[in-house]
């Protein structure tokens, strides 16, 4: 149990790094805002809420840590359900899946946006291109490991 009390304080403080440097890299670029160039709100409304949204997800992350690394029972439930394999198996099925089925809506856009617009057409291939490498050099990756 003292082995995953360290590693719960050992994910506080890179959560705590983690907050404190978006929110320091937010700050930056609102402070050089004039010197980026002009957005309009839409956009800059889009990355407000990114900001802010991974800072909320990172603080709701940090006190889930906090409140289980101050009390034994809670610090037991979440070694237990962190190691429950059957979870880990549900997660592995979805993620397989949802890759499978984003391989095909992406190939289906990039196809029907060759028809309607050049940049549109080449950032989905992009985007589908890095996917495939991505894909294949993680099967490399575990196939090897295993």
Do not use: C, H
């Given at each position: 149990m003292d082995l995953f009390h360290q590693k719960v304080r050992t994910r506080i403080r890179v959560l705590?790094?983690?907050?404190?440097?978006?929110?320091?890299?937010?700050?930056?670029?609102?402070?050089?805002?004039?010197?980026?160039?002009?957005l309009?709100?839409?956009t800059k409304g889009f990355h407000q809420g990114i900001f802010f949204g991974l800072e909320l997800v990172i603080l709701g992350f940090?006190?889930?840590?906090?409140?289980?690394?101050?009390?034994?029972?809670?610090?037991?439930?979440?070694?237990?359900?962190?190691?429950?394999?059957?979870?880990?198996?549900?997660?592995?099925?979805?993620?397989?899946?949802?890759?499978?089925?984003?391989?095909?809506?992406?190939g289906v856009a990039t196809v029907i946006a060759g028809f309607l617009n050049a940049a549109v057409f080449f950032s989905l291939l992009g985007a589908l291109l890095f996917m495939v490498v991505l894909f294949y050099s993680m099967w490399i990756y575990f196939a090897k490991r295993n």
């Open positions: 705590t790094a983690l907050a404190v440097g978006v929110a320091l890299i937010y700050a930056g670029f609102m402070l050089y805002r004039s010197e980026l160039p002009i309009n709100s839409f940090l006190a889930q840590n906090i409140k289980g690394s101050r009390n034994d029972a809670a610090l037991k439930k979440m070694r237990i359900e962190e190691n429950d394999e059957r979870f880990g198996l549900i997660i592995q099925k979805t993620a397989s899946m949802t890759a499978l089925v984003m391989f095909a809506a992406l």
